[in-house]
């Protein structure tokens, strides 16, 4: 059977699946500037004999043609860029660029598509169709390498019919596989807001206009967007994680400056939030004397699993890893760019697991001591194969 065949395949590459994503761990870049992952994705694909092209500056798109008869076409993605995080584990293969950590799991992706590259290579004789490799940059910064794949051409001539991806997820153990068709991740935007007073002495308030008292009632009142204005079965989140305040115990400063981020799943209402949001926020400021600047810069949609295509890869990995291991999942309101190719074409996002409560592999995504069981990369390469092959119609 074709599935033990890749089964089999995916046991005896997993050393040098685990070698490179190692190699990958251990050299980190930021989004955009992925230029020696860029370079170590194509020698690796030049040595399978695969052929590439360099898309978006550096972005890779690879593409491999099965010799049976079949215009069916599938694209697989994996994502390559770091974070701004100083890595505290003490492995050998821990980040060695001081403050750059691959702490979401992109070496992950990275080498798995590249183990899965090599599986297919090996069985193209046997399958029909062509299945084209997206090694995307940016994930992690606006505007998302994915538009700038997209807007290159990854998805034209010849076009896919679906996009398939994933993603590790330390909270499922490593032999299981999450999914949910439909809406699934948030869309993601950013919020800076500056509001001005007049500051003065402590003291002295009713000489002042006080921006931080100001600030906070408007932290308090945007909750309301939330709260009372959001349909109720519409998932949405709004948090501010940053405010500066730079005055001292009895100074009252000229101005609060404060970041936070807002998401939902709906787009009609990710719109109306933005009016009302800075609708608060200005008559609040106003009434208190001050005045405000309130500034939305609008990130990724909100991602969607298409619903036949999603079954259809829940099947297939029933199939391959047993329907006790494929799990159902809740939205989860974090966002990813691979939710621009879901806008354009159909999709499906699957989380793979990555975590070993056992070993200790416990850490979350975007932390200092984030790290996977690398048993994963075994089912990471197989499994992604598979989809490919069924997809095919093989």
Not at 160 to 177: C, D, F, N, R, S
Not at 296 to 321: H, M, S
Request: hydrophobic share 40%; proline share 3%; net charge negative.
């Amino acid at each position: 059977m074709l599935q033990e065949e890749i089964k089999k395949s995916a046991k005896e590459i997993h050393a040098g699946v685990v070698e490179n994503r190692r190699h990958l761990h251990r050299y980190p870049e930021l989004s955009f500037q992925e230029y020696e992952t860029a370079a170590f994705v194509k020698a690796r694909l030049d040595e399978m004999g695969i052929a590439w092209k360099s898309m978006a500056t550096t972005g890779v798109m690879a593409v491999i043609k099965g010799e049976k008869l079949s215009g069916e076409v599938i694209a697989l993605r994996a994502d390559m860029d770091a974070l701004r995080i100083t890595e505290l584990n003490k492995v050998d293969y821990a980040s060695t660029k001081n403050g750059l950590m691959h702490a979401c799991g992109h070496d992950v992706h990275t080498s798995s598509l590249l183990g899965t590259a090599s599986i297919l290579q090996s069985l193209k004789s046997k399958f029909g169709g062509t299945v084209k490799l997206i090694f995307q940059p940016g994930e992690e910064e606006l505007p998302g390498g994915a538009t700038l794949m997209i807007k290159h051409g990854v998805l034209e001539n010849p076009k896919p019919t679906a996009v398939i991806g994933q993603h590790v997820m330390p909270t499922l153990e490593a032999g299981k596989i999450g999914m949910r068709k439909g809406k699934y991740m948030a869309s993601k935007d950013d919020l800076y807001m500056t509001v001005y007073g007049k500051g003065g002495h402590g003291a002295q308030p009713h000489e002042n206009i006080d921006s931080v008292l100001i600030t906070a009632h408007i932290i308090i009142a945007l909750q309301q967007v939330v709260s009372r204005m959001a349909n109720p079965s519409t998932a949405s989140v709004l948090s501010f994680g940053k405010l500066v305040a730079d005055g001292t115990t009895n100074i009252i400063p000229d101005k609060v400056y404060m970041e936070g981020t807002f998401r939902t799943l709906d787009e009609d209402w990710r719109k109306k939030a933005h009016e009302q949001m800075k609708k608060i926020a200005k008559g609040i400021t106003e009434s208190m004397g001050g005045n405000c600047v309130f500034e939305i810069v609008p990130g990724y949609p909100f991602l969607i699993n298409e619903e036949k295509l999603t079954e259809q890869v829940r099947l297939y990995a029933q199939e391959y890893v047993g329907k006790e291991n494929v799990i159902d999942l809740d939205i989860w309101m974090a966002s990813e760019d691979f939710a621009y190719y879901s806008q354009v074409t159909d999709a499906c996002f699957y989380m793979l697991g990555a975590g070993n409560k056992a070993k200790g592999i416990t850490a979350s995504l975007h932390t200092p001591t984030f790290n996977i069981d690398e048993d994963a990369l075994a089912l990471s390469t197989g499994l992604m194969a598979y989809i490919a092959v069924k997809r095919l119609g093989n």
